[in-house]
């Protein structure tokens, strides 16, 4: 706060500007990693479970453009995951028909 407060002053301090800037300059990097891991982690299982490579989430390195090459992948490309077969109804036999094999008479 009191570095702040220095440069809302009419003469700002540049030892106290230069601080902040490499302050700031040291979280940068830390807010892109987590950016970058918050797209290819959703990006990661996707690809597995459309059967592509999972690999290909690593064009989420390259934010802008690549991001968007993959988005283009999955919304065009033949996904390789067959659907689960739909169980059907079959209704029971009518008449019921007898247990098999067939009891022996009794003696």
Same mark, same amino acid.
């Given at each position: 706060?009191?570095?702040?407060?220095?440069?809302?002053?009419?003469?700002?301090?540049?030892?106290?500007?230069?601080?902040?800037?490499?302050?700031m300059m040291a979280l940068i990097p830390i807010f892109?990693? @987590?950016?970058?891991? @918050?797209?290819?982690?959703?990006?990661?299982?996707?690809?597995?479970?459309?059967?592509?490579?999972?690999?290909?989430?690593?064009?989420?390195?390259?934010?802008?453009?690549?991001?968007?090459?993959?988005?283009?992948?999955l919304a065009f490309a033949d996904w390789k995951v067959?659907?689960?077969?739909?169980?059907?109804?079959?209704?029971?036999?009518?008449?019921?028909?007898p247990p098999y094999p067939p009891y022996p008479p009794?003696?």
């Open positions: 706060m009191h570095t702040l407060a220095l440069l809302l002053q009419d003469q700002p301090d540049t030892a106290a500007f230069q601080h902040m800037f490499v302050a892109i990693l @987590i950016g970058i891991a @918050i797209m290819m982690i959703p990006s990661w299982f996707i690809c597995k479970k459309a059967g592509f490579s999972p690999w290909l989430s690593l064009l989420c390195l390259f934010p802008s453009l690549g991001t968007l090459v993959l988005l283009y992948i067959v659907p689960a077969p739909q169980m059907a109804y079959m209704p029971p036999p009518y008449p019921p028909q009794p003696q």
